[in-house]
């Protein structure tokens, strides 16, 4: 990706993506570098002037990092599955709901699929979404593009309609100042003590424990095991992308485990693991979730090919995961 | 305001707002400056830099001039109009339609009231709301607050609860190129033939034209004006802020406007207009809207103490319009 900036005073202009060209500053004072090509999808970037770490003010912004700032979109082959289409929408809707355990007003965003306007019968089932660590509520439906995702996906007959529940997950690290002190118990609460009480009496929902799902990415992957594993009365579906794994030790440990939980779902981006010099998260993803599969649980791997830790990897690994969601329970409640 | 920003190598720092300080660079190599005394409210900025003009890495990012960048909210006293409280909230939902006459699909942003998810047999009146010039859809969802200023309206009493919808209204100026060359009647196809009825069939609307209202701030206030009056069959209440005004003789020139208009509500700040220096825009119209209540044309006029072409005025606008909004045709529909 080339990146252009004006500045025609700045002694140097440089950009946040490693082994990008330097930055050369043409006649008329503009600035012109040149990245090195960038994985298919979604990053995060900054500029640097002058030793200022700004925005690209030719950018949209998106928060990570903890922090709104520029993020670009390098066109991926597949970009099909989360394009603009004249197809049925549905909607994403921005919601604030008052949290007694954190004594604050909340935001969530809850995407609606389309017809949930149309018929007013329908209950739905649904899937509360987690963004990872530096993110925020409004990553899955911004650039995670999960509207368009789900959109598409049912237009084309593939996932049942579902709602979608995205909400602010670092609840005690904004508190406690950082990972290390990150405990989950303060999200723990809004998420199962406040917020799917208000999702089930403002949106026509399924409310039963065989309609409820949780995922998440990276951080939100480490959150959904830790809260779907702690209440298996209330979540049934289990999706883990880039972080977390379930292993045999996990089900055997975790009561009620068999009968409870659906569908076990757990991806990563194919440069994340193995390869050379690649991290290798979550354990063994792959031999847990054959692990799983053998001892009889529905368990299910994703790699996506050629990412890695970004949101190229999420958005297929929603695509992936949406079509196993509620097959049958959704067929026999309604 | 006091504004900082890191860059040690830099070799000059300003930012857009006139009258400010000079920036100095502390030993950390922080640039300080402080801007003159900014009046209560909304404003966009940007940071200059060695040249090159940026958002401020430390702010939000809004849509306005043309792109999106830095604003800051300067508290105000009476900001507690559109501040969060722990009332109902309604819902902000983005939505994509499809214009066969713009041959793409477009976004608009829908305001649902505290409530309308629990009473599904309830309909409810619309406002289309429109922005300003080298603004979009999402300025009045977002440094507009109106969602917030409704919900603390309905809480209080004070407005019958009504859907907003926003969407984009320089529909020819982009592809036309400037302000110049703007034609209405692009944004007018689009607002009238398309989204009303994309609106009045995805929601529970009262779609009589008693039950639909225009308002639009600056160049949505001309807008406003131009579709309104063309289409009064369509639209019943009237509103305009900091822009057009409706004269006398726009009423006895415009064939039914009597009997069809029920309110033409015309606000400004007052930096606006009189006062030593202040652009007069729209005419008259304080004489104009006196004109017309002389006329027997129910006509408001508000004058936004203090405040200039800017969010605050319009947030106001907003505070005052609404509770004037289908006073009656509520009550006699539901």
Redesign the interface.
């Known amino acids: 990706m080339q990146i252009q900036?004006?500045?025609?005073?700045?002694?140097?202009?440089s950009c946040s993506f490693r082994d990008s060209s330097e930055f050369v500053k043409d006649d008329k004072?503009v600035w012109i570098g040149t990245t090195r090509s960038l994985d298919e999808g979604f990053h995060y970037y900054?500029?640097k002037?002058?030793?200022?770490?700004?925005?690209?003010?030719?950018?949209?912004?998106f928060f990570g990092a903890m922090?709104?700032?520029s993020g670009v979109e390098v066109p991926a082959k597949d970009e099909e599955f989360y394009s603009?289409?004249?197809v049925p929408?549905g909607?994403?809707?921005?919601?604030?709901?008052?949290s007694a355990s954190t004594d604050m007003?909340r935001r969530a965003f809850?995407y609606t699929p389309p017809g949930y306007?149309?018929d007013?019968e329908k209950r739905y089932p649904v899937l509360y979404l987690q963004h990872g660590w530096g993110e925020n509520e409004y990553g899955w439906?911004a650039q995670g593009h999960a509207?368009l995702i789900m959109?598409n996906l049912i237009a084309e007959g593939k996932t049942k309609p579902f709602i979608i529940v995205m909400t602010y997950g670092m609840t005690s690290d904004i508190r406690m100042g950082g990972m290390a002190n990150f405990d989950i118990k303060h999200f723990e609460k809004v998420l199962v003590e406040e917020l799917v009480p208000y999702i089930d009496s403002?949106?026509?929902t399924l409310s039963d424990q065989p309609h409820r799902a949780m995922a998440g990415l990276s951080m939100g992957s480490m959150e959904t095991k830790a809260i779907t594993l702690k209440h298996l009365d209330k979540f049934s579906h289990i999706g883990l992308f880039s972080g977390a794994t379930i292993s045999k030790e996990d089900v055997d440990k975790t009561e009620g485990f068999r009968d409870k939980v659906k569908l076990v779902f757990v991806s990563y981006g194919s440069k994340e693991v193995g390869g050379a010099g690649a991290p290798r998260r979550g354990g063994e993803p792959e031999a847990n979730t054959k692990g799983l599969r053998d001892a009889g649980i529905n368990s299910h791997y994703y790699l996506s090919p050629g990412t890695a830790h970004e949101w190229q990897t999420w958005r297929r690994s929603l695509r992936e995961f949406a079509p196993m969601l509620f097959a049958s329970e959704t067929e026999k409640a309604n």
């Open positions: 900036i004006v500045a025609p005073d700045a002694k140097s202009v004072g900054t500029i002037i002058d030793g200022a770490e700004v925005p690209d003010p030719n950018s949209k912004y922090r709104w700032g603009v289409k004249n929408h909607q994403l809707r921005e919601v604030l709901f008052f007003t809850v306007e149309q007013l439906g509207g959109d403002h949106f026509r």
